[in-house]
């Protein structure tokens, strides 16, 4: 299975991004998906997680209620809208596939990750 995300870029503090992770082989609806995001001189970490039908989703406390993460199966897709950035939102984000249908919080969970896209959030 490979990953691809695509969608940063650079934003000023209060606009919207949309990231979209796409995947190739595999059994895309089959998967849990997520979203982890590192910022310069720190740790990866968790942001958001889907089940495989996209019927359960998980935030990270510092993300919810302006982030959403969807997917669409048809297309193997899953994105991650961006709503109301902080200048605090900067990192590489990176999408993750796990073989189980419900979603993680946990890093060494996931089996699969994209490459990673910078977003930069300005003040």
């Known amino acids: 299975v490979q990953l691809q995300a695509s969608g940063g870029g650079l934003v000023q503090a209060g606009d919207s991004l949309r990231l979209t992770c796409t995947a190739s082989?595999?059994?895309?609806?089959?998967?849990?998906m997520g979203w982890f995001r590192q910022a310069p001189g720190k740790e990866r970490v968790f942001v958001a997680t889907i089940n495989w039908n996209g019927a359960t989703t998980y935030y990270a406390s510092s993300v919810k209620g302006r982030f959403t993460i969807s997917r669409v199966n048809t297309k193997n897709t899953v994105s991650l809208q961006m709503n109301s950035l902080k200048p605090e939102d900067t990192a590489v984000y990176y999408c993750a596939g796990r073989v189980a249908g419900w979603g993680s919080l946990r890093e060494f969970e996931y089996d699969y990750w994209g490459q990673g896209t910078q977003v930069t959030v300005s003040s």
């Open positions: 082989g595999g059994t895309f609806n089959a998967y849990a």
